[in-house]
């Protein structure tokens, strides 16, 4: 008992590290085992990700005092501390900026009640069959207040959230086809209409926990053990590991692949730092005329519809989320498949911060704001590395990343030479960023793997939170842009 009363006094004198409170969990399984007979929940994952060995996670409190303050102060706030947390944990700038954001969306003053918005982050997460997140807001929501009854189905919801659905759906698929019309259905209805303040928040709501499902689904983030498919009362064995995890290689005994593969893309990194060298200095000796530029973009944006996401390597979920939306069959996959075209949206570089921003700002203050900050920490974080080369300016690479994601949204900026994309991104990374962006759901550990393979965890971490903050803001373009059209 003496092992745990000290446990115990770590917690309260809020000095823990994230090892501790796994320690904490240890002494309390032998203790109930041994004096209370309890049954004990066994952990079905190991550690917070699927795709990122659980000792290089746990590392970073050990390492990086920012990050172990944040922890902290996230487990005094919440009670708790989720595994996306733990994963964010690898870059403590951003996620400080992620988590003051959150925490305004979901707890503080706004026009929407607090059961509502976690009743739409339940919706925009099943969306994408995130059963993680769904169920982290299920709880949430019966927290606050929320009538269980709602949890049976949207058709259980009132009107007003039903009429939600709609917007939703667009959003997170196709969110290019959003128009004025939308908004006005939404602000026009006789009994339960929304009110311009209220639909920002729904939208920005929306937006946020789509692009958290991609980094969810990106970062094979598990569930904790207290969650829903997050632990089991037997021993495990390999009947309990997910579906996916043992078709695509997450259990164990795959580490002479590994290897082999390093050795397979020896000098990657090199070629990637000569190729952005070369368009550096290309850049410097001519510049493309608009009409090129324009070309390029065309023909990046047509090329990204014929890339593939992975269409036959889908997880099973743990809990059935389908009766939050509707319309299940409705995705990207469709929109490229039917040939359709995806119309240009014209934008100049600053146009988030010009227009964006100070719509988002007026209707709901200070998240404008809030938003802003965590778009350029995710756009222009840096630790001027690549892999074991120190000293880089990755300028060049995160704006390429960005630029394709809302290039498959068909944004354009006019000042950016869409011809650097194909000599950046290889072909399995941009499976990687499509599947993330538009199919989350069915991101595999193989895919994870199968890009920049010399590279850390970390390093990949940024990327997909360069991806989940991109998706975000193509998303909040579109919608601000539609709300604009019925303003004016």
Not at 74 to 82: I, K, P, V, W
Not at 397 to 414: P, V
Not at 438 to 460: D, V
Request: net charge negative; proline share 3%; charged share 25%.
């Amino acid at each position: 008992m003496r092992n745990a009363t000290a446990a115990t006094e770590t917690m309260e004198n809020n000095s823990f590290t994230v090892t501790d409170l796994y320690k904490i969990c240890a002494h309390c399984e032998r203790l109930s085992k041994k004096d209370l007979g309890v049954r004990i929940p066994r952990p079905l994952g190991n550690g917070p990700s699927r795709f990122i060995p659980e000792k290089e996670i746990l590392q970073v409190s050990k390492v990086d005092p920012r990050a172990q303050s944040i922890f902290e102060d996230s487990f005094a706030a919440l009670g708790r501390l989720d595994n996306i947390s733990l994963v964010m944990g690898f870059h403590p700038q951003y996620l400080e900026s992620f988590l003051r954001t959150q925490h305004y969306l979901l707890q503080m003053d706004g026009p929407l009640s607090l059961h509502y918005r976690h009743y739409i982050g339940i919706m925009a997460a099943a969306r994408h069959q995130c059963s993680y997140l769904v169920n982290l807001h299920v709880n949430d929501f019966l927290q606050v207040g929320g009538d269980p009854k709602w949890l049976n189905g949207l058709d259980g919801a009132p009107q007003k959230l039903q009429a939600l659905g709609e917007l939703n759906k667009i959003l997170a698929h196709r969110p290019w086809l959003l128009t004025k019309a939308h908004i006005e259905h939404l602000l026009k209805a006789e009994e339960h209409s929304w009110s311009l303040a209220e639909l920002i928040h729904a939208v920005v709501l929306l937006t946020h926990y789509h692009s958290l499902a991609s980094f969810t689904f990106g970062c094979g983030i598990t569930p904790e053990i207290h969650s829903d498919g997050g632990h089991t009362f037997r021993p495990l064995s390999l009947s309990q590991y997910c579906v996916c995890d043992i078709a695509n290689g997450n259990g164990h005994g795959n580490d002479l692949e590994e290897r082999r593969s390093s050795h397979q893309v020896s000098g990657e990194v090199e070629v990637l730092m000569e190729r952005m060298k070369q368009l550096q200095e290309c850049r410097d000796e001519e510049e493309a005329s608009q009409e090129e530029m324009a070309t390029r973009f065309e023909r990046e944006k047509t090329e990204s519809m014929l890339v593939a996401t992975a269409e036959d390597e889908e997880c099973v979920q743990s809990r059935d989320v389908s009766r939050h939306f509707e319309d299940p069959s409705y995705g990207y996959k469709d929109f490229s498949r039917r040939g359709e075209h995806v119309p240009t949206f014209r934008c100049f570089f600053q146009y988030w911060e010009d227009h964006g921003y100070s719509l988002v700002n007026r209707l709901y203050p200070d998240v404008g704001q809030l938003l802003d900050e965590k778009f350029q920490m995710a756009y222009n974080l840096t630790y001027n590395t690549m892999a074991m080369h120190k000293d880089v300016d990755t300028t060049m690479l995160r704006r390429a990343i960005w630029n394709y994601i809302h290039c498959m949204f068909g944004i354009r900026y006019d000042d950016y030479d869409y011809g650097e994309i194909n000599q950046l991104l290889d072909r399995s990374f941009k499976v990687y960023i499509k599947t993330m962006v538009c199919s989350p759901e069915k991101t595999t550990k193989r895919m994870y793997e199968s890009f920049w393979r010399q590279f850390q965890h970390s390093e990949k971490v940024h990327v997909n939170l360069l991806l989940m903050e991109a998706r975000m803001q193509a998303e909040l373009l579109y919608a601000l842009r539609a709300i604009t059209c019925y303003m004016t």
